[in-house]
């Protein structure tokens, strides 16, 4: 495997049973092993244990809340989400904001399971805010691109750049992903070109009519 990473963030995108979550993460699982490079999936909490126990691939949480065992209700705990099969977590998406304290609160509660940690940023001052609280990854994703088709790599290429030269600047054990509008292979190299190890990314994947396809298209560029 590369060290190049993917991580696709299901969102709350495929509605149902949970298979739909487990087809799309079989798609990225015959893709990463004919590619190489790494390829993790962040389903919803409650579809953590079904994808990973039916797919050996990374699976991601799609955040986590800073609580331990106790007296806590309708959070999202650290252990059941690592027991459920999660290797990591994704912090902070702009979907799913919090303040700078829950930032570090959640990225020391994962840490302590061992969960890797992805914290989101919206631009460059937040990934070097980010970066100071010593995350795995930086993932870059500039608001307005999400979800919008329009690749960052393209449209707002010094966000990359700028975050991995803060991030580089402020803590060099962190790594850059950038994410918003990535679809194509163009889009990865692109990402890569500028700096970052690889792409957060969602609705490119997850609706295309052949998830697969699309997926392969994606790494064909690398
Ligand atoms: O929010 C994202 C990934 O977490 C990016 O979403 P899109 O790939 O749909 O732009």
């Known amino acids: 495997m590369s060290s190049t990473l993917i991580v696709l963030n299901l969102k709350t995108y495929l509605e149902g049973t949970g298979e739909g979550a487990v087809k799309v993460a079989q798609a990225c699982k015959e893709v990463a092993d004919d590619s190489g490079i790494e390829i993790g999936v962040a389903p919803q909490f409650c579809d953590i244990y079904r994808v990973a126990s039916q797919v050996d691939l990374p699976v991601y949480s799609q955040s986590l809340d800073p609580v331990g065992a106790g007296s806590f209700t309708g959070h999202a705990f650290v252990q059941s ?4 099969g999660a290797v990591g977590t994704l912090i902070n998406h702009s979907e799913c904001r919090l303040t700078l304290a829950n930032i570090d609160a959640s990225i020391t509660t994962a840490r302590n399971a061992a969960l890797k940690t992805i914290v989101c ?3 460059v001052a937040t990934s070097a805010a980010a970066a100071a609280l010593g995350p795995d990854y930086v993932a870059v994703e500039p608001p307005e691109l999400i979800g919008s088709g329009i690749p960052v790599s393209k449209a707002d290429p010094e966000v990359v750049t700028g975050s991995v030269e803060a991030v580089k600047r402020i803590n060099p054990a962190v790594q850059v992903l950038c994410g918003a509008g990535i679809s194509k292979g163009e889009d990865l ?3 890569l070109e500028l700096g970052s190890v690889g792409v957060l990314l969602a609705s490119g994947i997850v609706k295309a009519a052949d998830p697969k396809a ?9």
């Not at 989400?81 to 459920?84: P, Q, V």
């Open 214 to 222: 699309a997926l392969e298209d994606l790494v064909s560029k690398v």
């Open 189 to 191: 190299a692109a990402a």
């Open 121 to 123: 940023t919206n631009n």
């Open 81 to 84: 989400i690592k027991d459920a």
